[in-house]
């Protein structure tokens, strides 16, 4: 289960063999680390170095310890000499290409500013003669505004006179009298008639006869009277007809008159509103050609300062002779450079990361008879698919209860199907969509032969039978390795209320920081400088102890030689001390175990990688009294029961 010791029982056994055979074989990791981690297993086996090639970033400890077999590593003054002429060379071409670049663009620029210029010339005579046009107008719809109104006042003037005659109110009076002259005369003649046909006893014996002739009487004295008002009527009628009529006409022709101003203004209104917005809109295109011209001009002044600093002035008509003469000098470097690269054609074993694997076959073929992936829960399935192109076995090793890869871009279930998911599901990426994918929480294996390893190298007997027991569910597996575990109680101090945070643990992080001070200086006494790390699920717990380091050590080298990871920053990475800070424990509100509690899937990865980042020693800092008690059982509950307090105390 442990990376490095499957390498050496498995992997090496397959890369020597294949070795032997004359055959290539890939080894391929997540991490530089891994990877030099399964080539340094490989080459301590006694297979020739020079048989090893490392492509990509190694660490400082394999660099010093196998230069000849790092890409590059015994040629770096070289290849940075060659590389410095052939940048050199690039600027050179470069600049001149882009001086070549700026004279034809201030070439475009000036010829743009005189086009814009003549545009602007045009658009300020434009708009001179539209506001002439646009004066003229106005002065014109005031003369004939004041035309308008005093027709008007000659209107009124007019109206009044002719209101005055009271002509129409004659009329009236006439057609009246009229009307009333008719009714009399008929009323007379009736009356007339009905007094020639009264019989004689009538007029005898009744007094109607008087009545009818009182009747005619009173008739023919209104008749008189209406007839005289009449006649006087009349004659005050035709004595103003003749003004009458001529005012009635003359008012006639000033409301035409005043028609056609009104219809004049109108027509003069309408022009001087469309000279407004031609001037409006020529004002525009005046201020859009000189915006236009002040960016061309800095546009200019700024391609002219960048020529000027160039400082290349070779000329322009040999331009294609400069270039074809700097391509062929660059020729010439690049190749001397591929002297120095890696002969890959004569290297057994080569070591990459899966992206520098990627990398390499886009520039080159590559072939393998055989591929190694280390750590390979810990790869994202994406990045395995490509080697299937090789159409060679593939070997994929380490612990399937680690970790799985990290993917960042969890609303994306195409992107988390194949990045989330560990190459551990290469045969299940053929067997299901996306959709299925996601859904499928153990790989299934045709295909692919599995083989579980039953003793560890590096853990000791206690350790390896925590882990058989509550990682892998199995109790023969067997540690004969020398990897220790140990254990301190920290009962929590810390007090509840504002201010505390979830997921923080002040006893677990002041007992660390108290351990690292004694620790230290005994392993300077001793001459012993052994690799070291604190290591913690949460975040927050991580934040805590750097700062208390700080506080602590300020700037000193305790500080900056001893990291402080949350368990997936540690994933990949080992040292010979890990001091695990458990951090949960239900005596503090918030912190009720999830990432520690081996019952959990998840914090079953999360136990196993912390716990297996340590070569040598292994120290525990957690809540031993609850963990002793909790039910149901877990690796740190069994932990805590195992060992007693004498023994997780007993020196440093």
């Known amino acids: 289960m442990s990376r490095t010791q499957t390498i050496k029982t498995d992997g090496t056994l397959a890369a020597c063999h294949c070795v032997k055979q004359d055959k290539r074989v890939l080894v391929l990791a997540s991490t530089n680390l891994a990877v030099d981690n399964a080539l340094t297993a490989i080459i301590q086996t006694g297979l020739d170095k020079e048989k090893v090639a490392r492509i990509g970033v190694p660490s400082k400890d394999f660099i010093r310890d196998y230069p000849e077999c790092c890409e590059q590593r015994a040629f770096e003054h070289e290849i940075r000499q060659v590389e ?135 008739d023919q004295n209104h008749l008189q009277s209406v007839e005289a008002t009449l006649n006087a009527k009349r004659k005050r ?71 000027s600093g160039i400082g290349e002035c070779y000329p322009v008509q040999n331009a294609e002779a400069y270039i074809a003469k700097w391509d062929a000098e660059i020729e010439e470097l690049l190749a001397r450079l591929a002297q120095f690269r890696q002969d890959l054609a004569r290297k057994s074993v080569i070591g990459m990361t899966l992206d520098g694997f990627i990398g390499v076959t886009q520039q080159m ?58 190459a551990l599901f290469l045969e299940d990426a053929f067997r299901f969509d996306y959709v299925g994918l996601l859904m499928v929480e153990d790989p299934h294996f045709e295909l692919t032969q599995r083989c579980d390893l039953t003793v560890s190298y590096r853990f000791g007997k206690l350790l390896a039978a925590l882990l058989g027991r509550h990682i892998y569910g199995r109790d023969d597996f067997r540690g004969v390795g020398h990897t220790a575990i140990m254990w301190k109680g920290c009962a929590p101090k810390d007090k509840p209320g504002p201010g505390r945070v979830n997921r923080q643990n002040h006893a677990e992080a002041d007992a660390i920081i108290d351990y690292i001070e004694a620790w ?30 700080i506080k602590r050590f300020g700037h000193s080298e305790i500080r900056y030689d001893v990291p402080v990871l949350n368990t997936h920053k540690a994933q990949g990475r080992e040292w010979d001390w890990v001091l695990f800070s458990v951090t949960d424990t239900v005596n503090l509100r918030g912190n009720k175990p999830y990432f520690t509690d081996s019952a959990n899937p998840v914090g079953k990865c999360v136990l196993n990688t912390s716990i297996s980042r340590a070569k040598k020693h292994l120290r525990v800092f957690f809540d031993a009294e609850y963990w002793r008690r909790r039910r149901p059982d877990s690796i740190l509950t069994e932990l805590a029961l195992r060992m007693d307090l004498e023994l997780a105390q007993d020196g440093v």
């Open 520 to 549: 230290w200086p005994k392993q300077e006494k001793q001459g012993e400088h052994p690799t070291i790390a604190i290591v913690t699920p949460y975040k927050k717990q991580m934040m805590l102890i750097r700062s208390k380091m």
């Open 237 to 307: 009628h035709d004595a103003i007809l003749p003004e009458f009529n001529a005012l009635k006409e003359k008012i006639a022709l000033l409301h035409c008159s005043i028609e056609d101003k009104g219809k004049e203004i109108a027509a003069l209104r309408d022009k001087v509103a469309r000279f407004e917005l031609r001037c409006r809109e020529l004002e525009a295109d005046g201020d859009s050609i000189r915006e236009v011209m002040r960016q061309i001009t800095q546009r200019l002044h700024e391609r002219k300062r960048e020529l």
């Open 84 to 218: 410095s002429q052939i940048k050199t060379l690039n600027v050179k071409k470069v600049r001149f290409k882009r001086a070549r670049e700026l004279e034809d663009q201030i070439g475009q620029d000036n010829l743009a500013l005189d086009e814009n210029q003549r545009l602007l010339n045009k658009s300020q005579a434009d708009l001179a003669s539209a506001e002439d046009g646009l004066r003229n107008c106005s002065v014109a719809a005031s003369q004939a505004q004041a035309q308008f109104d005093l027709l008007q006042d000659q209107v009124v003037t007019q109206t009044r006179e002719f209101e005055d005659l009271g002509f129409p109110e004659l009329v009236s009076d006439i057609q009246a009298l009229e009307a009333d002259q008719t009714r009399t005369i008929k009323k007379a003649e009736k009356v007339h008639e009905e007094l020639r046909n009264l019989g004689l006893p009538a007029r005898w014996f009744t007094g109607r006869e008087r009545r009818l002739r009182a009747s005619i009487d009173s």
């Open 365 to 422: 073929g590559m072939k393998a008879d055989l591929v190694l992936i280390d750590e390979a829960p810990y790869a994202p399935l994406a990045k395995v698919l490509p080697l299937l192109t090789l159409r060679c076995p593939i070997a994929m090793l380490g612990d399937h209860y680690q970790l799985p890869p990290i993917c960042e871009c969890e609303n994306d279930p195409v992107i988390r199907a194949y990045w989330a998911k560990s």
